[in-house]
């Protein structure tokens, strides 16, 4: 869900093109025909995660929660040739549908995807990590950033989605049990002296965390 107001997204759609082109297809048809379209980065936000990539080149990305793979590619876009990008989903419907759409792209050689609860993969996965991003149920948002960090590369970064939960964490006191997690996790985050932070107001809120 965009916590930004409608008009401001297509305003910045209009003038910005950082977004794969190939990738229109494949993002129409999530947001067309899955009950649960939402969860999918929205076409500008998939340009950042492509355009912060190419930025990093990183060797080795780490995803947490692929959905159908709009985000996946994007994130791919900037990998070293040798690199590879580890993909974690815990629908396997989705996880199928997103394997579809890698088949036909020019990165399947490079992507690994893995079927199962992140919190029991993540241990099993020996990289080191030079990007990671962070999609996938929030109330494990805490244990994920804890289990990655001493998997991250000094000076890798995090990149935590959603973290003003359709701007329910500006309340006082967030009622549901997600908008809880995140502003639990928001207050985590910026109190741990291991990394550095920034909060972007891009789409529903997005979390660079820079490991010192």
């Not at 950042?48 to 947490?64: A, G």
């Not at 815990?90 to 690994?112: G, P, T, W």
């Not at 973290?163 to 967030?174: A, I, K, N, R, Y």
Request: one cysteine or more.
């Amino acid at each position: 869900m965009d916590f930004i107001h409608p008009k401001a997204n297509e305003y910045v759609d209009q003038y910005s093109n950082a977004t794969p082109s190939y990738l229109r297809a494949m993002y129409d048809a999530t947001m067309a025909s899955h009950p649960h379209a939402h969860l999918q980065s929205n076409w500008n936000q998939g340009g950042f995660l492509t355009f912060f990539s190419r930025m990093l080149q990183p060797l080795q990305i780490i995803e947490i929660g692929t959905f159908t793979g709009f985000s996946s590619l994007c994130l791919a876009e900037g990998l070293q040739k040798e690199g590879q990008l580890h993909t974690i989903e815990l629908r396997e419907q989705d996880a199928q549908s997103a394997k579809s759409y890698f088949e036909q792209s020019a990165f399947n050689n490079q992507i690994i995807q893995y079927i199962g609860d992140a919190k029991t993969l993540i241990p099993s996965i020996d990289k080191v990590f030079d990007l990671a991003f962070i999609d996938a149920d929030k109330t494990g948002y805490i244990d994920y950033y804890e289990m990655l960090l001493p998997k991250m590369a000094s000076g890798g970064i995090m990149i935590a989605d959603n973290t003003l939960f359709h701007g329910e964490v500006l309340q006082s006191q967030p009622a549901g049990k997600s908008a809880k997690a995140i502003q639990a996790f928001n207050d985590y985050v910026i109190k741990d002296t291991r990394t550095e932070k920034l909060m972007l107001t891009i789409r529903d809120g997005l979390t660079l965390i820079r490991i010192k």
